[in-house]
């Protein structure tokens, strides 16, 4: 079993195979301590703000690069975590003190309270539990991708670290006006019983509550020239007292809201957010939500897992609630592709396309362990759907050294085609990917560094490109179209004028024109 290839751990019995997997999880956090970034965790070494990115990469990785970022409108990454364990006016202080200063002076001279938190269990070694092994190890490795050197400094470093990646897409390029690019920042709510005021410490994993990440994106997006690229994403638990409240006093400052419900331990179905979900529909606010398995957060109960199937958002759809699924239903360990099917069967439903305002997003979906899940996006949808399915990196997990899919993409049987372009196959598992840039007439040999270059100076750089040029069954085979890497009110707008999408989508329409139409790109 390759652990650091998929970073999940599954729950298994005390059997003679289980004993020797805990052992080898044992042996991967000695390792890992000692070393992480040699063994899984891994990072950037450059510095895109140390070294500008035409000096940083080949001619021909940062022709890619533009070219992928070449659209017509801005790149939108709708699903961006981050973490944290202090108040916010502390960070504040360190990376954007201007800002810090005004906030507070808003603040009637009082410092920002909003304090982020990660569950202790996170950092505590428990040898005789593999879950907690598990949950160690990925704290772990994610700490070292994000250059947080310690604990004390998990805040500023992670934030730093997402800043100078995103500078040096926007500012430090040849154009003066940088690539444009928009990066949806994602807050987390924890664990509530029906009722429930303030989250239950034992049961959550990670809680980046609201205000942190609006203060936190106003932040970033002051120490970046011209631009303001970070946007807020809200995320509220309907099972805890407040949510009404907590929704209406973010209303006007974010659009966006994220649920991760196996996580949270809420039922989307469940009768009791009604009250929830229309003040959701009320204020015009769009739902993130989390699908598939949940490998990234500890749940309290395994039934929980049910909650993750996008058959369960009927009731926000039909309230015209446009609802976005995250990784399109297909971040599970389902070889079956359950709820994935799930996703695109509530697309092709005849009694609700028509009507339902229903996105999916390409999160962590080119990560190894997912990449037959991306493989059957672009069989069953890529251009089918091309208005309805929306970018997402799920950063930090792309910047994951182990978990980049260059190895899976490009093998050994790397070959020329006959046109003198470079096809690349894996053929073990009938999977292409096919650079339609500049790739063409490229040494094959050299075509894994190039990838590993751009990965090496931008992991968030690296997850555009790879999605931009992934094709099935061959350089002509579906792609996913430039549209996906566009905002969800753009997709809105140009479905509505697109004359050869015969079905318009109602409740979309609906909603773009009460919400949406000032927002689109």
């Known amino acids: 079993m390759n652990f650091f290839k998929n970073l999940s751990v599954p729950e298994i019995d005390q059997e003679s195979d289980d004993m020797r997997l805990h052992l080898l999880l044992v042996f991967s956090v000695i390792i890992c301590c000692s070393g ?21 990469l080949s001619p021909i990785a940062l022709e890619i690069v533009d070219q992928a970022f070449d659209i017509g409108n801005p790149v939108v990454d709708h699903h961006l975590h981050v973490i944290g364990e202090k108040n916010i006016s502390s960070v504040m202080a360190k990376i954007c003190p201007d800002y810090a200063a005004e906030a507070k002076k808003e603040n009637g001279g009082k410092e920002i309270d909003s304090r982020a938190w990660v569950n202790e269990d996170r950092f505590s070694l428990n040898w005789f539990s593999l879950k907690r092994l598990g949950l160690f190890l990925k704290t772990k490795v994610l700490m070292d991708t994000m250059k947080i050197e310690g604990r004390k400094n998990t805040d500023i470093d992670s934030a730093n670290r997402l800043l100078n990646l995103v500078k040096g897409l926007v500012e430090d390029v040849d154009n003066a006006n940088g690539y444009d690019l928009e990066i949806y920042l994602l807050a987390v709510d924890g664990y509530y019983e029906k009722g429930g005021y303030g989250f239950d410490e034992k049961y959550t994993d990670i809680y980046v509550p ?121 971040d599970d360990d389902d070889k079956r592709h359950r709820n994935m099917m799930n996703f695109f069967k509530m697309l092709e439903d005849d009694r ?36 309805r399915i929306l970018y997402g990196s799920d950063y930090p997990l792309p910047a994951v050294w182990k978990m980049n899919p260059i190895d899976e993409l490009v093998s050994s049987h790397d070959h020329v085609g006959e046109d003198g372009t470079c096809d690349v196959t894996d053929r073990a598992e009938d999977r292409y990917i096919h650079n339609k840039f500049t790739l063409d007439g490229f040494p094959v040999e050299n075509s894994k560094k190039v990838l590993r270059d751009i990965f090496s100076y931008n992991p968030l750089a690296f997850d555009v490109v790879v999605k931009r040029i992934l094709h099935r069954k061959g350089k002509d085979g579906p792609e996913l179209p430039a549209e996906m890497f566009m905002s969800l009110e753009e997709n809105i707008r140009r479905e509505q004028e697109d004359k050869s999408v015969k079905v318009k989508r109602k409740q979309c329409l609906n909603w773009y024109n009460n919400f949406g139409s000032g927002h689109s790109d």
Do not use: Q
């Open 36 to 56: 992480c970034s040699a063994f899984g965790g891994g990072h950037s070494n450059k510095n895109p703000l140390k070294m500008k990115m035409k000096d940083g």
């Open 210 to 330: 609201n205000n942190y990440v609006v203060h936190l994106s106003r932040c970033l997006n002051s120490e970046v020239k011209g631009k303001s690229p970070f946007v807020p994403v809200i995320s509220i638990n309907p099972n805890r007292a407040d949510a009404v409240k907590e929704l209406t006093k973010y209303k006007d400052v974010a659009r966006y809201i994220k649920w991760l419900a196996p996580a949270m331990g809420f039922d989307p179905l469940d009768p009791y957010i009604d009250p929830f979900l229309e003040k959701v529909k009320e204020y015009g606010m769009v739902i993130i939500s989390h699908s598939g398995g949940e490998h990234a957060f500890d749940i309290k109960d395994e039934s929980f897992r049910k909650f993750g199937d996008p058959l369960r958002l009927v009731k926000a759809l039909d309230k015209g609630i446009p609802v976005v699924v995250s990784h399109s239903g297909g």
């Open 352 to 387: 609700n396309k028509d009507k339902w305002c229903l996105f999916g997003d390409t999160s962590a979906l080119t990560l190894p362990k997912n990449l037959s899940h991306f493989d059957k996006l672009l069989e069953d949808g890529a251009d089918k759907y091309k208005y």
